[in-house]
């Protein structure tokens, strides 16, 4: 039996923590995995409970945090050293980039045989200035040197990874998707959607509009609340905008739909704008509302997208990172230029309006995404890169 140490950055709410659940609790018994991660920030929402309902108890390191601090950083590292000393796995396999750092370096200097990352976004454009950037691109070149194999999530994060920024060479990559359990976001829509509607007092004829996700700066909800009011001044239909998930940037979105001249609410009672803050039963969501969109700046494989498509919900998002792969432009939803909020609006006017071109993008989603991004799939990639790293080393 084999065995793995899957390091995590955070439990907090997305694609990162369903994966290192799903590959820690359905891994096939050739395999032994202990998992462990670092705290959630304060303004986000616990993932703990996905854990939980698998019967999943992870170790977690809280000075392995988002942002960097030497003293932590150093702390965190020596913690994962002195797991990998007593637990002797065949395998570590690191998730998102602080794990991917403190653990591939403490996995490196403790000859582990096996190091394993996967990139689930990548902070190289968007997120710092072009010293930091850099600084982290060095980084990153020096771990996947070292590393057995890197892991994309996208063949355009592949493509950004090898190509662009130069981090590896395309045969250290291997491309595996993100993977879930999808179901649930394709069953008893109509009793989901009465429900959600009910709850949050949406008229039979209101247009609902949902963005999904953290509220931080490279979420860009500032073109999202530009496209509302596109729309608002310019639609002949009746909308409502809900605004689901928390974090850094709430002030400032606030401010912002304040300026635009958008009614907005934290209650359960008609506004323009309401803010849900983090709902737990996210597909009641995607089954009461009529478009799902996402104004990223930068992405790996956005979880809500995948979410969204899988409950037959038609999409509207910024062209960034792997949504290209994820998103089939006419047919699942409609792709916009980051740089071009008078494109997105229009895109955004244009699901509005027509009734029928939002039903027939909202026709093959669940199809696209039913197979490509279940769990099972991820499983079982996973599962033959181990065996192929493995293989090696005998």
Not at 356 to 372: A, D, I, M, P
Request: charged content about 25%; glycine content about 4%.
């Amino acid at each position: 039996m084999a065995k793995v140490l899957r390091i995590l950055n955070r439990f907090n709410i997305g694609g990162p923590t369903y994966n290192a659940a799903y590959l820690s609790k359905y891994l096939s018994k050739d395999f032994e995995t202990k998992l462990i991660g670092g705290e959630k920030c304060k303004d986000e929402d616990s993932s703990e409970y996905i854990l939980n309902e698998m019967g999943i108890k992870p170790i977690i390191i809280k000075e392995m945090q988002r942002k960097i601090n030497p003293r932590k950083d150093l702390i965190a590292y020596r913690k994962i050293k002195q797991i990998i000393k007593e637990y002797k796995p065949d395998i570590v396999h690191t998730h998102a980039s602080k794990a991917g750092m403190l653990g591939r370096l403490a996995a490196i200097n403790s000859n582990v045989p096996i190091i394993i990352h996967t990139f689930h976004g990548h902070v190289f454009h968007s997120y710092f200035n072009t010293y930091k950037t850099n600084f982290f691109k060095e980084i990153e070149r020096k771990l996947a040197n070292k590393s057995s194999k890197i892991i994309a999530i996208s063949e355009k994060q592949q493509y950004e990874l090898s190509e662009v920024h130069k981090i590896a060479k395309k045969n250290k990559f291997s491309i595996i998707p993100l993977g879930f359990d999808l179901t649930k976001f394709h069953e008893n829509t109509d009793y989901k959607r009465a429900k959600f509607r009910k709850e949050y007092k949406i008229a039979y004829d209101e247009i609902a509009i949902a963005i999904v996700g953290r509220l931080a700066p490279i979420k860009n909800h500032s073109l999202f609340l530009k496209a509302i009011k596109f729309v608002v001044d310019n639609s002949s239909k009746k909308i409502r905008a809900f605004i689901v998930g928390d974090g850094e940037s709430r002030k400032e979105i606030i401010k912002k739909a304040e300026e635009l001249g958008l009614s907005y609410s934290f209650k359960k009672e008609k506004a323009t704008i309401n803010f849900t803050s983090w709902i737990t039963d996210v597909d009641c969501v995607y089954a009461g509302v009529d478009i799902v969109t996402l104004t990223s700046l930068n992405e790996g494989t956005p979880v809500s997208l995948i979410e969204a498509q899988a409950a037959n919900k038609p999409i509207l998002s910024t062209k960034v990172g792997g949504i290209e792969n994820l998103v089939v432009s006419e047919k699942t939803g409609l792709l916009a230029n980051i740089d071009d909020t008078f494109d997105y609006s229009n895109k955004l006017l244009k699901l509005v309006e027509n009734n029928n071109f939002r039903y027939n993008l909202s026709k093959q989603g669940w199809q696209n995404v039913k197979e490509k991004y279940s769990y099972e799939s991820l499983i079982q990639n996973t599962e033959n890169l181990y065996n192929e790293l493995l293989s090696q080393q005998n």
